[in-house]
Structures are given as structure tokens and as C-alpha cells.
């Protein structure tokens, strides 16, 4: 079954629950890795996200200066 795609809005919501949890010690330890690599994985779908917006927004720059 295909992942579920994630917004960028969602990631970041997702990655501020999380370290607020941990902030908060409302972590349980048990959870902790788990909530750690979730984490991993959002910050590369934002990074992502990110460096491929950056890209398409350079390409526009520069059709619009042609």
C-alpha cells in the first residue's frame, strides 16, 4: 500500500507536536525512538519540498527574464 503523501504545513505541525511532547517530558521514553525517526523523516520530506520549490521558482526567475 502507497504512503500517504504529507504536506509541508503537516510536516512541520506534525515535528512541533512532537518536540513540544518532548519539551514537556509528556514522552514516554518507550515512544521516544519511534517519535525520533518519525521525525528524521518528515524533516527530509520538508527538505525536500523545500529544495525542489526553490528550484521551480529559480526556473520561472530566470524564463521570466528571457
Keep these: 500500500m502507497a504512503k500517504k503523501k504529507i504536506s ?11 518536540i513540544a511532547l518532548i519539551e514537556n517530558e509528556e514522552l514516554d521514553v518507550d515512544d521516544l525512538s519511534e517519535k525520533v525517526k ?3 523523516e518528515l524533516l527530509v520530506i ?3 519540498k523545500l529544495t525542489n520549490t526553490e528550484k521551480e ?9 528571457e
Design 8 to 18: 509541508y504545513k503537516d510536516a512541520i505541525n506534525e515535528i512541533e507536536e512532537t
Design 38 to 40: 518519525r521525525v528524521s
Design 46 to 48: 520538508c527538505k525536500t
Design 57 to 65: 521558482v529559480e526556473k520561472i526567475l530566470t524564463e521570466m527574464d
